[in-house]
């Protein structure tokens, strides 16, 4: 198993809640993780039929199976245990009693928020981050074939054919979650639908001409997006407020988690075929902005990311909030490095004057340097960026 590095911050939870929470996409690890940290604890998984219906139709004589606590998985599958949950840890006392694991945010985090507030240490747990990779000496031989293969951790741990997983994960997992919380009439629009988010992503959303492109309504094209940040497949990056006297846009970018799907999704067959795409520079600011948000959420913590872009077209592709000050990113996949890249940088910074923090700039070649007051940081080596993140949040 490649370790994680939200296993500390589970274990920190775990001493100061009674009930423990991971929620993430579907194969993004949870269970092993979960099994890993509390392996003196039963699991259960809610995903089988005959412990689904014991749960509903005897929640009390079902936890009461468990007086010590369990891992139990799915559990957004069976609403109605949430209630006795909360009755038994209130009455026990113990922190760290159960470990539960979801991969629908509507399902898991609404009932939590519900009926479970102020007893949960929640954990969003992402496929692999570059550095957990690294940390496990997984081979990566380019930043192509990183962006191409993905984080996934079947992928890694399982050496499994990357358009092979990810042709049966669209169909047996993305497919199913859509049917189980609102109603598919037409799979195909769906699918088309999958491709042209793949097509935008790191762009701002529109969802007018995503809903032309797919010949289905506005509301229909929200629907669906509701469904896949549900899911852990996609995420929005919201633009900075602070206009700095200039009108801002206002419309969020779309991201995916993982860069394999997306470039599956857009039907790029291997690293070679993705050098010379003309998404590849999106895919590259995707991974960044991706490992930026694994960082925050395998510490248990909300996102602070944030773009900023003036009607002009001046953009930084992200600003970390820190308090009252902001940290900017730049994000460039070319592998030399360019005095160019630095200008946008330059820019907000005269903009932004005393809340801006010391910029950084994410690129695609393999030296760390430090150029007009810019931290350069290699691809290759994002954590002393994290490190500077961490430290100053």
Known sequence: MIARRASTTLATLARGYPVVAITGPRQSGKTTLAKAQFPDKPYVSLEDPDTRAYAEEDPRG???????????????????????????????????QFVLTGSQQFGLLSHITQTLAGRVGLVQLLPFSLREL??????IDSVDELLWRGLYPPIHDRELAPEQWFANYVMTYLERDLRQIIELRNLSLFQRFLKLCAARCGQLL??????????????????????????????????????FGKRL?????????????????????????????????ALFENFVVSELLKNRFNQGLASNLYFWRNNTGEEVDVLIEQGETLMPVEIKSGQTFNPDFLTGLHKWARYAGPVAQPAHLVYGGDSNMNRSGVSVHSWRELQPLLDEIHSAA
């Open 62 to 96: 079902f936890l009461g199976r468990y007086a010590n606590g369990a891992v139990i998985d799915e559990v957004q599958r069976c609403p109605a245990l949430f209630s006795y949950l909360q009755t038994q840890v209130d009455y026990d006392g113990r922190m760290g």
């Open 249 to 281: 846009v206002k419309s969020a970018k779309l991201y995916f988690h993982d860069t394999g799907l997306a470039a599956h999704l857009m039907g790029i067959r291997d690293a070679a075929h993705l050098s010379i795409h003309s998404a590849r520079g």
């Open 206 to 243: 529109n969802m007018s001409s995503l809903a032309n492109d797919c010949g289905v309504t506005h509301k229909t094209i929200g629907a669906w997006l509701s469904v896949l940040e549900a899911s852990y497949v996609v995420f929005m990056l919201q633009p900075h407020h602070q206009n």
């Open 134 to 139: 690294q940390d496990a000496a997984a081979p």
